[in-house]
């Protein structure tokens, strides 16, 4: 009995006791540094409303030491507090330094939250109990203290500030990071180490590193050589992504038998990819894209048997996929699971090699130079999630056995030169498919009616594909997609009805240069529709009101009717561009443009459009173009344009606007293109275009009332192109200083200057409003027509002063406009004799000086012209022989002359008598001269060369670069045929 009350006794001694330790709550001066902690912090949400009571061990992201009571654990990371709620709730403020009285704290994390650009605490170096430390993405900034460097127990560091809205984290040397021993995990990934040259030496004194993460960190150089300490060894994960790293490949790291990511990807790195590479037998992900690596790939990165992400995307390997066959052959082809060697150099086919890669899930291929068929085994990668062969030069058919990858999300096959047929067959399994995209191919659509796809797209480009003149019905079954493009498809039927109940999800929507007719709803169902391109169909009706999030919106080539104020009005206030254009839009523009304060882009143009032009315009403070050409508006332009202008762009031709031009247009400093002409506005030039405008390119004033001298202040444009002052009262001298148009010009100087010139006009179309997304259109009187002239407006120069009063003579120093394309100074009252510089024009296409008082003889130099296909020198006193030879010889027009009694020789009929002469456009080379032939063999062989060469590059343009650049680049080599042909002269 006894022994049973002692061991009942016992028995309730222990549960006292450990009722006691249970009942053991947090200590009391660390619970009071806590609650500080949390005064200096803003919670307005009240997301720290469980830190109440005596024990701090209960309350929300503390734990504590289950034997001694101190908190060791704090994790107030955003996730973990809030569960992935907004992020307005984050918390910010002051950080106590309280928090040092939590002597025992052995795990710390502020991540994910919002700190405000304050600096990291100093005293987080006197928390010397810390294993681990996460302050990423908690918007701290600044320089990172160095105490952290005592944290010699800390085997987690986190300070990646990759997403900071705040300045970034940085340090000016990293010296104190080697203290660290214990440290296995270090992420800095967005912090500043531009400045910390002692990086790589810091990090290589880390003996059991195993995660270094180092993306986006401003590095310039990686050390070629191992580092003094082998820290290869234990290395996992090396990432030194989104840097300036100027390096070949760090041969060190082959040594690794433990890496297994190592991402080096958007770099400078080049060179080509070591043989080494293949003793990297762990690595799983290698991230080598976006760098200058050259090829040909190695063959043994094939014995990386473990390898499951490859990326060699966008770099400048050569190689020819045949020698695929050979690299797939070996262990990895069972291996690899995903593949990107998107934006090389590879050519070939894509043969059977492809049935290799038996794991494979994500092919990239795509802008590369490869050729031929897409293989029918391509139905054999039944793993297969995403493939990309878009901007290649495949041909042939699509193979039906495509639609046995039922695992396939994303088809991207754009850009290609693909035919034949597409049926149902080639869908029939793809049942996972979200994205296609077969833009700019030639395939046609050969669906049933009733055909019901098995899958549900989110994306859908089938642009210039031919889906049959019958709108698809097949859309009707897809109600989930985010963007619909089916431009020029060949669909000529009326839109269906049941088109606008389809997803109310969609951000863009394409179904422009078809003849699709029919009435758009008054109102859009699409809610959150971004871009809308309807132009170029037989839409009639009346104009819809567009939805409130629309940024971009092109009706042009409809036949809409009615006023605008159904889709400018509200609630229209994050309208970004408005492309009407070329309608039949009737009406006035309505106030309620000016309710649209985000509007970037507007563009009316081509319409029938009457009223006054709104007087609010200027006080759009986003409007970076605006075009209402060739509409009936009326009135004046607003004089209340204020600053900041932003508009780059301003038509307002071919109306009936009047008054004078407003001073206010100063304030638009950017402005690239002013077109005011086909108007009645009346006054003088003002000198102020040229001081304020210093960006202008293209100054428009044609057909107008102006009156008085052309203000020299003009030449200070310096990058003007297009200058068309025609059919107005303009009287005086054409000014001498008009020879200083650099725009204007060709250079003339050394090959490099001419490389800079060809550079600069890639870059000018480059800036040519890529930034807004608008491409502007010019009308342009040349060649005696008028002329459209959109894509290739930026390499137009054309200067037009016809139909004015101007007197005097023609300025020698036109001749200096090398570059000029046309010249037009007909119907004034110009006098004495073409400049001999005329033959300074090298680019010349188009000279026009008829209807005027000239006189004496044409100049032979007229010849050296070698481009100049329209030339109209008529009702002039022009006396003597017509000169011969080279492009003269070609405008055999004797309308060209008429009118100049006293010219003589062919084309016209009046034969010259023996005394009339006409001077050699050659220069004189005397026989005994022999320096002149041989110069002339110089330039011959030189021309010949740079013609070569020049001519092999047009392949490789024709081929990588945009139409834009290949014009410019046609340019460089029209230039140079001027230069060697009127050297030769």
């Not at 100093?122 to 908690?138: C, K, R």
């Not at 300074?840 to 005027?852: C, K, Q, T, V």
Request: include cysteine; aromatic fraction near 8%; proline fraction near 4%.
């Amino acid at each position: 009995m006894e022994k049973n009350t002692s061991l009942y006794l016992l028995f309730v001694l222990v549960c006292l006791i450990d009722q006691i330790l249970l009942c053991i709550s947090c200590i009391q001066y660390e619970r009071i540094a806590l609650l500080k902690f949390k005064a200096g912090l803003e919670d307005p949400h009240h997301l720290l409303s469980s830190w109440t009571g005596d024990d701090c061990c209960k309350w929300r992201g503390i734990e504590c030491n289950n034997q001694s009571g101190h908190v060791s654990t704090m994790d107030l990371r955003h996730e973990h507090l809030y569960g992935g709620l907004s992020n307005d709730r984050w918390l910010r403020g002051e950080i106590n330094p309280s928090l040092l009285d939590l002597r025992r704290l052995n795990h710390l994390d502020l991540s994910s939250n919002n700190f405000e650009g304050i600096h990291i605490p100093n005293f987080f170096g006197s928390f010397t109990e810390l294993s681990y430390l996460n302050l990423s993405n908690a918007g701290f900034a600044g320089k990172i203290p160095p105490q952290l460097g005592n944290l010699t127990r800390l085997r987690y560091l986190d300070l990646n500030s990759h997403s900071d809205t705040h300045d970034h984290l940085f340090v000016e040397r990293l010296q104190w990071i080697s203290h660290l021993s214990s440290l296995k995990y270090l992420d800095m990934s967005g912090v500043n180490l531009g400045d910390a040259s002692d990086w790589s030496h810091a990090v290589s004194t880390l003996p059991v590193l195993s995660v270094l993460l180092l993306s986006s960190c401003q590095l310039q150089w990686l050390p070629s050589s191992p580092p003094s300490i082998n820290i290869t060894s234990s290395l996992t994960t090396v990432d030194l992504s989104n840097n300036q790293i100027n390096s070949t490949f760090p041969l060190w790291l082959t040594n690794s038998g433990s890496l297994v990511s190592l991402d080096l990807w958007f770099n400078h790195f080049r060179g080509p990819i070591p043989e080494a590479i293949g003793n990297m037998t762990s690595l799983e992900v290698l991230q080598l894209g976006a760098n200058d690596f050259v090829g040909p790939l190695p063959r043994n990165i094939g014995n990386l048997c473990n390898l499951r992400n490859l990326d060699l995307s966008s770099n400048k390997i050569s190689q020819d996929t045949t020698i695929f066959s050979d690299i797939f052959s070996l262990c990895i082809g069972d291996t690899i699971e995903i593949l990107n060697l998107r934006r090389n150099i590879l050519s070939g086919e894509l043969t059977d090699w492809l049935v290799m890669l038996k794991r494979i899930t994500i092919l990239d291929l795509s802008k590369n130079s490869l050729g031929g068929r897409i293989p029918t085994s391509i139905g054999n990668l039944s793993s297969l999630r995403g493939l990309y062969l878009s901007y290649n030069r495949l041909k042939g058919t699509l193979p039906v056995s495509i639609g046995q990858l039922s695992e396939l999300n994303d088809l991207d096959i754009s850009y290609n030169s693909l035919g034949g047929v597409v049926t149902e067959a080639h869908f029939a399994n793809l049942s996972k498919l979200e994205d296609l995209g077969m833009r700019l191919n030639s395939v046609v659509f050969n669906m049933s009616t009733d055909w019901n796809p098995p899958f549900q797209l989110r994306l859908i480009s089938l642009q210039n594909c031919h889906l049959g003149r019958q709108f698809p019905s097949w859309l009707r079954t897809q109600r989930y997609f985010l963007s619909l493009d089916i431009a020029n498809t060949g669909i000529a039927d009326t839109l269906p009805d049941w088109f606008w109940e389809l997803s109310h999800f969609m951000a863009v929507l394409d179904l422009s240069r078809n003849q699709i007719t029919g009435i758009i709803p008054p109102i859009f169902k699409f809610y959150s529709i971004l871009t809308i391109n309807l132009s170029s169909n037989m839409f009639h009706g009346p104009l819809p009101s567009l939805p409130s999030d629309v940024e971009y919106a092109d009706l042009s080539n409809n036949a809409f009717s009615g006023e605008l104020h159904s889709i400018v009005g509200e609630p229209l206030y994050n309208l970004a561009q408005i492309l009407l254009s070329d309608n039949l839009i009737n009406g006035t523009i309505p106030p309620s443009i000016c309710k649209l304060q985000v509007l970037q882009v507007i563009d009316l143009s081509n319409n029938f459009l009457s009223g006054e032009l709104p007087t609010c315009w200027g006080d759009l403070r986003n409007l970076l173009a605006i075009n209402l050409a060739n509409n009936s508006l009326s009135g004046v332009i607003a004089s209340n344009v204020g600053s900041p202008c932003l508009i780059q762009v301003l038509h307002l031709g071919n109306n009936n606007l009047s008054g004078e031009i407003p001073s206010s247009l100063r304030n638009c400093n950017f402005l690239v293109t002013l077109d005011l002409g086909g108007n009645k506005l009346t006054g003088t030039i003002p000198t102020w275009i040229a001081e304020s405008l210093k960006f202008l390119r293209i100054l428009r004033l044609r057909h107008n009332l102006l009156y008085g001298d052309i203000p020299q202040e003009l030449s200070f444009l310096r990058l003007l192109q297009i200058l068309d002052l025609a059919d107005n009262s303009l009287s005086g001298a054409i000014p001498q200083v008009f020879g200083n148009f650099t725009g204007m010009h060709y250079t003339t100087d050394a090959p490099e200057s001419i490389l800079n010139w060809f550079k600069s006009q890639i870059l000018t179309k480059l800036d040519n409003f890529s930034a807004i997304g608008y491409t502007e259109s010019l009308s342009i009187i040349m060649k005696g027509m008028q002329l459209q002239y959109t894509k290739n407006l930026q390499f137009v120069r054309s200067m037009d002063l016809s139909m004015n009063q101007l007197s005097g003579e023609i300025p020698a120093e036109l001749g200096n406009l090398n570059g000029l394309k046309s010249l037009n100074l007909s119907r004034n009252h110009l006098t004495g004799q073409i400049p001999s510089s005329i033959g300074g024009f090298y680019s010349l296409e188009s000279l026009d000086l008829s209807e005027n008082s000239l006189e004496g003889e044409i100049p032979s130099s007229l010849s050296a012209i070698s481009f100049l296909s329209h030339l109209n020198l008529s009702y002039n006193n022009f006396s003597g022989r017509i000169p011969s030879g080279y492009q003269l010889q070609t405008l055999n027009d004797p309308l060209i002359y008429i009118g100049n009694d006293d010219l003589c020789g062919p084309p016209l009929q009046q034969q010259c008598r023996v005394n009339d002469t006409v001077h050699d456009v050659r220069p004189s080379c005397d026989d005994a001269e022999d320096g002149c032939e041989s110069d002339e063999t110089q330039w011959l062989y030189f021309g010949s060369a740079v013609g070569y060469v020049l001519g092999l590059w047009a392949v490789c343009v024709s081929l990588l670069f945009s139409e834009a650049l290949r014009s410019a680049y046609f340019g460089l080599i029209d230039w140079m045929h001027l230069k060697f042909s009127f050297r030769l002269i």
